[in-house]
């Protein structure tokens, strides 16, 4: 098992350039979550999906985000246009079980992204 | 507003020694809170999950409590090794509801 696999590892961008994060969730798994962390905020939810459909998106900070998960095995996050406070590390997690709240959530390694 | 508070400084203990690292919410009813470990430039990594109706929870050396009158959450480390070194993150999911929540984590170092 390839566990979550988010593409690029770091991503280096000039203010107002559009950023693509992308994520492969582990097979099987229902649930998506994308999350950002900086050291001020923390480990804060954006958006999350169940089968594909988003179900809360109240953490998406601004229309800048936006987020698609257009089959069950690829999701991606857009900034555009990007600004420097966009800098942070944004992490994918997946979960089995659709709706079960007590599964743990599997994370990948993360994008640093750092907006110039 | 909903909040969820870890100790924003660092813990320092001696090898050997139990760690206590704190998890305490505000204005949430978790139906469960389950505890991560991140280590640096890693994702969150899960340890330990505990229902609003158990008081408590182990495995191995961990240990876990769930106190929802106090409304906090107490993770404890045994016989603490260099290797327990990192971040540890507690996360709430409100009970009926899917949404996984995190606190800010505290950073855990073991002296040798």
């Known amino acids: 098992d390839a566990g979550v696999i988010q593409s690029p590892r770091h991503e280096v961008t000039e203010m107002g350039q559009e950023v693509t994060l992308r994520c492969k969730p582990i097979?099987?798994?229902?649930?998506l979550f994308w999350y950002r962390q900086t050291m001020m905020r923390g480990l804060e939810l954006l958006i999350y999906f169940n089968n594909n459909v988003p179900i809360d998106d109240s953490g998406m900070p601004e229309d800048r985000f936006s987020a698609k998960m257009p089959n069950a095995s690829f999701s991606t996050l857009k900034i555009q246009p990007s600004e420097p406070r966009d800098s942070a590390v944004y992490f994918c997690?997946?979960?089995f079980g659709g709706g079960a709240p007590n599964e743990k959530l599997f994370f990948g390694s993360g994008t640093q992204l750092s907006v110039l | 507003s909903q909040k969820i508070e870890q100790n924003s400084e660092a813990l320092n203990i001696q090898e050997g020694k139990t760690a206590t690292l704190t998890c305490n919410y505000t204005n949430y009813s978790p139906a469960y809170l389950q505890w991560y470990r991140q280590d640096p430039g890693r994702g969150p990594v899960f340890l330990l999950l505990i229902r609003e109706n158990e008081k408590e929870k182990r495995k191995e050396r961990l240990k876990v409590t769930f106190d929802t009158t106090l409304k906090q959450s107490l993770f404890h480390i045994t016989a603490s090794q260099p290797a327990d070194s990192a971040t540890y993150l507690c996360?709430?999911?409100?009970?009926?509801?899917?949404?996984?929540?995190f606190g800010t984590g505290t950073k855990l170092q073991v002296i040798p």
């Open positions: 996360a709430l999911v409100p009970g009926g509801y899917q949404k996984v929540t």
């Open positions: 097979s099987g798994h229902n649930s």
């Open positions: 997690a997946s979960r």
